[in-house]
C-alpha cells in the first residue's frame, strides 16, 4: 500500500455531493452507488459520502477514483464503515487491497463490468479514470479499492 500526495475530487464532486447523499437516501436510484460513513480519523466525528459501489457474484469493493481524498484515508484508518443504500444501513469490513490486487481487480472485474454497464466507459472518461481500463496497474498505483464484508 502507498501512501500518496493526498488527492482533491473534480469541482462538479464537491457541488454533486450533497445533492447525491439526498437522493441516495431515498433509495438506489443513482445507479450502483452507496452512501458510506466513516469515522474521522483526527475528528472521530462521522462522515458520510456517495460512492460507487461496485456488487458482483456477492463480493462488494469501493474504489478511491480521485485517490487519496479524505474518505480513503478515513477508511483505511478505520476499517470499519456503515454502508448505506436507500434505507438499508449495514455496517462493513474494509480491506484494502494491494496494488496487485487493484490491477487485477480493474482488469478482471471491473473491465467486465464496465463493457455490460451502458454508458460505462463514457462514466469513466468523466471522471477522470480512463486509465482503469486503459492500463490497470498504473490505475491502482493510485487509486485505492477496499472490499467491503459484512460485519
Known amino acids: 500500500m502507498s501512501i500518496a500526495t493526498p488527492a482533491k475530487a473534480p469541482s462538479f464532486v464537491r457541488f454533486f455531493n450533497p445533492l447525491a447523499q439526498r437522493v441516495l437516501r431515498m433509495g438506489p436510484l443513482m445507479g450502483p452507488n ?11 466525528e462521522p462522515r458520510t459520502t456517495p460512492v460507487a459501489l461496485v456488487e458482483i457474484g456477492g463480493r462488494r469493493w469501493v474504489i478511491g ?6 474518505w ?11 454502508l448505506t443504500v436507500g434505507r438499508k444501513r449495514e455496517d462493513v469490513r474494509a480491506t484494502e487491497l494491494s496494488p496487485e490486487e487493484g490491477a487485477a481487480f480493474f482488469r478482471d472485474v471491473i473491465g467486465p463490468y464496465v463493457g455490460r454497464t451502458p454508458m460505462g466507459g463514457l462514466v469513466l472518461r468523466i471522471l477522470g479514470a480512463r486509465e482503469i481500463l486503459a492500463d490497470p496497474a498504473a490505475a491502482a498505483e493510485h487509486r485505492p479499492v477496499f472490499e467491503l464484508r459484512a460485519t
Not at 452507496?34 to 472521530?44: H, Q
Not at 477514483?65 to 479524505?70: K, L, Q
Not at 480513503?72 to 456503515?82: C, D, K, P
Open 34 to 44: 452507496a452512501l458510506l460513513t466513516v469515522r474521522g480519523r483526527k475528528s472521530g
Open 65 to 70: 477514483t480521485f485517490g487519496e481524498t479524505n
Open 72 to 82: 480513503v484515508r478515513n477508511l483505511r484508518a478505520a476499517g470499519q464503515a456503515t
